[in-house]
């Protein structure tokens, strides 16, 4: 049986490695993540909006204009929010 201390540090190590999809494995199906929208988002909209999250963190990192991918940040939330 895996605890959830290992589910926590192989989240880390896929995180720190890049490995997003790695990372995004330890959520349940059931997750619900707050603070991207007034509802909550499913694991489908989690996600697309952390993926689209580390998107924008690079381009800010580059100091290249976003509002492509902010835009596709928000049609993602939309269209996870209560699904």
């Known amino acids: 049986m895996v605890s959830n201390l290992d589910i926590f540090n192989n989240a880390i190590e896929s ?6 999809d790695g990372y995004l494995s330890m959520y ?36 290249a204009p976003c509002s492509q991918l902010t835009t596709s940040l928000r049609r993602a939330i939309a269209s996870s929010v209560g699904s």
């Open 15 to 20: 995180w720190n490695a890049g490995h997003l």
């Open 28 to 63: 349940d199906e059931s997750v619900a993540l707050h603070g991207y929208s007034p509802e909550p988002l499913n694991k489908a909209g989690s996600s697309l909006a952390t993926k689209t999250s580390g998107q924008i963190f690079r381009c800010l990192a580059r100091k």
